[in-house]
Each structure stands twice: as C-alpha cells, then as structure tokens.
C-alpha cells in the first residue's frame, strides 16, 4: 500500500488550487446568483492544460491520468461545484467516450480540439421519459444514405448550449432495447440539431443543463461512434467512469464546506469560548472530516483503478454513492455550525449544501449506484 501523491499529482493539485482560489472562487458566488457560465474560465483551465488531463498528447492532452483529473475536479468543486462539474461532464462524459470507442479521425477531429479547450463537450443519455431506466429511450436514429437521421429529445444535458460537440445515444433499432442503441458524435450546427429549455436550478446555477432537441437531425455515418447496437453498452460504461469524476465534485464541495466552517468554528464565540472549543461542534467537524477522507480514498481508489487499466465499475458507484451522502451531509452540518449567519447569501455554505443535492442524483441517482453495486455482488 502507498498512500502518498506522487510528485505530478501534488503539483497538479497546487496548480489547481491557486487557479481555483484566484480565478474561479471570486465570482463562484456571484455566477450562482446570474446563473452565468463563464466561458472564460474554461478558457483559462485549457491553458493550464486541465481541460485534457487524462488524454495523450497526440490528442491534445497533457497525458497524465484519472487520478489527476480527479484531484482537478475536486479542488475546483472545492470552490465552485459548477465549475467542477463542467471539466467533469467535458472529460468523463465526453472525452472519455470518444477516446476509448473512437476511430484516430474521430480522435483527432473531436478529442483533440476538446482536450485544447477550442471545443467544451457534452453527453447526451436522459430523456424525459428515460431517466433511471436509460435503455427505455425513444430518441431515433435511421440510416439514409451516408447519414443517420436523428428525432427525439434528450434532457438535463450539462454544458447544455456551451458544448460545441455532444455523444448522445438514440436507438437505431426500434425492435431492441438495449441492443438496438448506438452512440453518435453530434456537432451543435449540424442541421436539425437545437438547444431546449434551460433549467432553473437549486444548485450548480453557473453550469447550464438544458434540452437538447433532433429534428431530423442529419449525423454523418463517419459519426457513429463504436458499432451499430453498441450504444447502451458504451453509455454504461462512460457512467462507470464518469460517476467517479462526480464523487469527486462532492468530495470538493464537501471539503470546501468543511474548510468554511472549522474557519467559523474558529472565530465564532459563544459562552466565553470559541465554538470549535465546544464539544457539541469540535464533534461534529470530527465526524465531518472523517467521512470526506473516507471518500476520499474510495474516489482515489477508483481512479487508479482506472488508470491501471483494472476494473473499476462497482468502485466507481460505491465512491458516488458515499461521496454524495457524505457532500450532503457534510454541508448541512456545516450550515448547522454557521447557525443563522449559515443560512443567508452572506456565507458560502448555503451554496454548498444546494450544489452538493444534485450529487446524490446526477450520473444515475443513489438509488441506481445502490443497485450497480448489489449486481456486483450477486455476481
Ligand atoms: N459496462 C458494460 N456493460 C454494461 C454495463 C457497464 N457498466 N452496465 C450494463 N451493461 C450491459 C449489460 O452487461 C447488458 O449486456 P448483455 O445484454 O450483453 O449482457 C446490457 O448492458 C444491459 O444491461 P442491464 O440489463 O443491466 O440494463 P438495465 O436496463 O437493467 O439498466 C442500469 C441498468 C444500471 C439501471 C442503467 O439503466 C443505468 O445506469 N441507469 C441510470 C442512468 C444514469 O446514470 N443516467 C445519468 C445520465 S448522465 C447525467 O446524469 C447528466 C450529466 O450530464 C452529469
């Protein structure tokens, strides 16, 4: 066992904690309140080269690993969980699909610019009838000619009208479920392609999720990602990796609670004392900081796991799972430590504890992960 960083580990993480800190943390509060995406800070994350961590250089990257991308998710989450999920949907969700399932002109046309940061990308799976079921989409793809003509609508798609490039999924055959998925590269001014309604949101206000709309949307056949009929197979599959990415966001927004309150702790006196010196609060920021390392762990574990080229599925879903409930937990307590002054805007914690809900429910609900990780073990 070798519990320490290495080197480029801890300098990714030092390089991402000043950028944080310096770029992203200033405004987090005041982008929730506009529920305004800053296209400038993806800009400035791509000149850091985080916008391509994991991938190889050829395609753009600056070809390090899971687990750095993992660091880089949670210390901007620390921060501003907007901003982490947007480097996660764009790396897990997009990058990762087409990097493994696509052809070296795919890579080349689509990761490339992505992982430079010229392109933010997009995943496309829920729609609005096919949420936890995702097999039960109804958003078709028919080939004619040297395309495949795309109807239908997906939902809840983060970088939603940001993304320049998004992998969605649409049955190709109507007479399977599962089976008859495939998966696609859709460009935003492909013809029939359109952005839906916006979300309004409790938390992640400054990452857009919106609908996204196929009118006989025509997709070059040169876009079919994987095989015909692959589709279910590599949406699964990008979820296993992308799940990490989104305990590590509530790693990071959790931490970022944590940090805000012992500081609070520290400065808040109440009968004679300051309040980190009662029992009552010194416990509670004990059970805090006990539950995000133990998160943690399981997050770093999952992405080694990854980066060895080992399985990593149910890791991956177990890290969500107790890395959400603990995102949760941990900035409710952290508004309980604020006392009145937490629930106002004049304090972070409100926000965290709204950004940290949706980590119990995005890339597959709680639920979902409970059942992945119960197949795992009837297995
Ligand atoms: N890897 C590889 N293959 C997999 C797989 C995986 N992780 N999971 C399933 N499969 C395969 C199965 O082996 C099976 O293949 P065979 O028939 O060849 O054996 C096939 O896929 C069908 O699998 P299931 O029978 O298990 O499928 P199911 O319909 O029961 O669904 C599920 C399983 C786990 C419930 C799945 O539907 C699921 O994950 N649902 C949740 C969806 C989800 O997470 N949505 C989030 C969308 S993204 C998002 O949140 C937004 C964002 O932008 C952040």
Redesign the pocket.
């Known amino acids: 066992m070798y519990f320490k960083l290495s080197e480029e580990h801890e300098m990714i993480r030092k390089m991402v904690r000043d950028f944080a800190k310096n770029e992203v943390g200033p405004t987090a509060e005041e982008r929730d309140e506009e529920e305004r995406f800053d296209r400038e800070i993806f800009r400035k994350m791509s000149e850091l080269g985080l916008t391509g961590i994991p991938w190889p250089e050829e395609y753009g990257g600056i070809g390090s690993d899971y687990l750095a991308y993992c660091i880089a998710v949670e210390e901007l989450s620390r921060v501003c969980a907007s901003t982490g ?1 947007t480097l ?2 764009h790396t897990s ?1 997009a990058g990762w699909p087409i990097f493994k399932f696509g052809s070296e002109e795919q890579k080349h046309k689509y990761l490339k610019p992505m992982a430079q940061g010229e392109k933010i990308g ?2 496309g ?2 729609e609005s009838s096919a ?6 989409m109804k958003t078709t793809a028919v080939k004619e000619g040297d395309f495949y003509v795309l109807n239908g609508s997906k939902i ?4 939603g009208g940001e993304a320049d490039i998004y992998v969605v999924f649409a049955r190709t055959n109507p007479e399977e ?3 008859g998925t495939s998966a696609f590269i859709v460009e935003k001014d492909m013809e029939g392609f359109s952005v839906g309604k916006k979300e309004k949101k409790l938390g992640i206000r400054s990452s857009p ?1 919106t609908e996204i709309i196929f009118e006989n949307c025509r997709v070059p056949k040169e876009n079919l990602l994987g095989k015909e009929g692959d589709g ?2 590599i ?3 990008t ?2 990796g ?2 990490n990415g ?1 305990a590590a966001q509530a790693v990071g927004i959790a931490q970022g609670a944590l940090d805000a309150a012992v500081a609070y702790a520290k400065e808040r006196h109440q009968f004679g004392k300051p309040i980190i010196a009662q029992q009552g609060i010194a416990f509670k920021l004990a059970d805090m900081a006990t539950s995000i390392e133990a998160s943690r762990l399981l997050t770093y574990q999952a992405a080694w796991l990854e980066g060895e080229g080992l399985p990593y ?1 149910k890791e991956s879903a177990m890290s969500k799972l107790y890395a959400g409930d603990t995102a949760m937990k941990v900035t409710t307590e952290a508004v309980q430590v604020f006392g009145g002054y937490g629930y106002t805007k004049d304090y972070p914690v409100e926000r965290y504890m709204r950004d940290a809900k949706i980590t119990q ?5 709680q639920e ?1 992960q409970r ?2 990780i119960s ?1 795992y073990l009837s297995k």
């Open positions: 999920v996660s949907a969700l997009a995943y799976l829920t949420g936890s079921d995702a097999g039960g809840f798609i983060t970088n479920k599962q089976k999720t279910f197979k949406a699964m599959m979820l296993d992308g799940r989104i599925g429910i995005y890339e597959g609900t979902i059942l992945v197949r």
